[in-house]
């Protein structure tokens, strides 16, 4: 566009010369002794046009001649910062490709030559990389030196410089090296997000569960990490500091910081709730469980609610029963419901909540539950089935009081006191789980009755037969144990339905 505008700007003045010129003929005459020369004005004006363009292109082509030195040397530099550029770029590819061989050999060659301190820098830190990746730290270490001085006092560089040092540092699993790098990067510059990530790296391998917390909630704030990256972190780090506190007023320190969907989180509220239960106050730590349930139904938080003293299992079951009834096909939750009956002693209703969980999934804590009410009740063949189903189990099983209407069970054929090998096998193992029918669960195996909810109350059937020997009151007893110490009708408001409590205990058969 420039080039344009001159040269309207020229057209204009030739031919406003042009006219000039025409209107105003004249003559030039120039003296000099001993000669006398004389042209036409116009002449004389196209001569020193000519003369001024002659001598400037003489001019400008002794200064090309001049600068040949100069344009050579430039030539020079700018041919080998395109090979330099062509052999960063190549390593930078082969360190992302994971050639670090290929890329060391690049790299190494251009960190020795290249006089840029931008392209030292990044060939050292490319090459401190290659050969962290291959294990060689010493050659890393001395790459990482050449690349800090060559950063000098450039802050972007020595920035760069120290979050790639960190990184591998703690890849290393060397914190302490690398939060001497980061504090003051982050100190100076807070909203460097990079840095904040290496920080909150290097804070949870050293175990500063305090700063991870506080540092984890600043990222999630400034959105640097998402929700599903901070909550696991805040998570851990709280249920650490709850583990941690020994008095009730720490308790409420850490507590306090914390909000109110953080304090429903699994391993916050388990770590809250075993506090509790040091503290001996149960109420406590089931109220704190119960509002971790209510917004979700975890295993873990199940599997504690369901471990407390008889005295609180009317309670926690009627709150379980609320949560069955917009859950019906949860398995954990059928688990624990299951539990808190053998913890109260209601054998019919815990066996029915145990099997309903088996339909929906055969589980070897089911089996180890079943194994146990089993045993209580005498039935030994069908207690070791489900125990040897269970020999896998992991967990904490429930610790059953002395019944005060059924003798203590006979613990010499508890698979943990009695060498397994040497065992007779009195009932072989099934390759399907094994689910025995009783008075008080015969109902859940036909499928042509409609399956009720704990709350609802129904009459189960009478099946034709039982299949353990035994005589009526056993059966009736099965069907109708009590809560010792728990009376029914102080929680009638409770919808539940019992067979008649039987007034006399059952008649044991001696044991072998």
């Known amino acids: 566009m420039k080039t344009w505008l001159w040269m309207c700007v020229l057209l204009v003045l030739a031919v406003a010369l042009a006219l000039v010129l025409r209107e105003h003929s004249g003559n030039v005459l120039i003296i000099a002794q001993p000669w006398r020369i004389e042209l036409s004005l116009t002449f004389a004006v196209l001569l020193l046009l000519a003369a001024f363009v002659v001598l400037y292109v003489a001019l400008r082509l002794i200064a090309w001649l001049v600068s040949g030195p100069e344009r050579f040397r430039s030539w020079r530099g700018l041919r080998g910062r395109k090979k330099e550029h062509e052999l960063l ?134 959105g640097v990490i998402d929700k599903s990256k901070a909550l696991p972190l805040i998570e851990s780090a709280a249920a650490v500091r709850l583990a941690g506190v020994a008095d009730p007023d720490g308790f409420k320190a850490v507590w306090g910081e914390l909000k109110s969907d953080e304090r429903t989180l699994p391993e916050v509220a388990l770590a809250a709730a075993a506090f509790h239960e040091r503290q001996g106050d149960v109420e406590a730590a089931g109220k704190v469980l119960e509002a971790a349930l209510n917004v979700r139904l975890e295993s873990r938080l199940l599997n504690a609610y369901s471990q407390c003293p008889p005295e609180h299992v009317a309670r926690r079951l009627a709150k379980a029963e609320v949560w069955l009834k917009n859950d019906p096909q949860n398995s954990d939750l059928l688990a624990a419901l299951g539990n808190l009956c053998l913890t109260g002693q209601l054998w019919g209703p815990g066996e029915r ?138 929680t009638s408001d409770r919808p539940r339905s019992h067979a008649p409590v039987s007034s006399q205990p059952p008649e044991s058969k001696p044991r072998d």
């Not at 082969?94 to 030292?120: F, P």
């Not at 820098?121 to 010493?138: D, P």
């Open 89 to 222: 770029e190549s390593g930078w590819i082969s360190v992302l490709e994971g050639r670090y061989a290929d890329a060391e050999q690049r790299l190494s060659k251009l960190l020795g030559r290249s006089k840029s301190a931008n392209t030292r820098v990044l060939a050292g830190l490319a090459l401190a990389t290659a050969s962290h990746h291959l294990g060689e730290y010493a050659r890393r270490d001395d790459a990482l030196r050449l690349a800090g001085q060559a950063a000098g006092n450039d802050t972007r560089l020595k920035e760069a410089h120290a979050a790639a040092s960190a990184e591998m540092l703690l890849e290393q699993n060397r914190p302490q090296e690398a939060l001497a790098l980061l504090q003051p990067l982050y100190e100076s510059n807070p909203r460097h997000s990079h840095a904040a990530q290496l920080l909150l790296k290097a804070y949870r391998q050293l175990g500063e569960h305090q700063r991870v917390f506080d540092l984890a909630r600043t990222l999630l704030r400034r």
């Open 353 to 490: 909540y145990l099997l309903r969980s088996m339909k929906i999934r055969s589980d070897v804590r089911i089996h180890a539950l079943l194994g146990n009410l089993y045993d209580r009740l005498g039935r030994e063949a069908d207690a070791m089935k489900h125990w040897r189903l269970a020999s896998s189990v992991a967990g904490v099983l429930p610790v059953l009081q002395t019944s005060n209407v059924l003798p203590a069970a006979d613990t010499r054929a508890d698979p943990t006191l009695i060498d397994v090998e040497s065992m007779p096998m009195s009932a072989p193992i099934d390759a399907e789980p094994f689910s025995p029918v009783a008075a008080s669960a015969a109902d859940y195996f036909d499928d042509s009755l409609p399956s009720a909810s704990p709350g609802e109350p129904r009459t189960p059937p009478q099946p034709a037969s039982v299949p353990v020997s035994g005589d009526s009151d056993m059966d009736e007893y099965f069907d109708s144990a009590p809560i010792p110490g728990v009376d029914l009708s102080q």
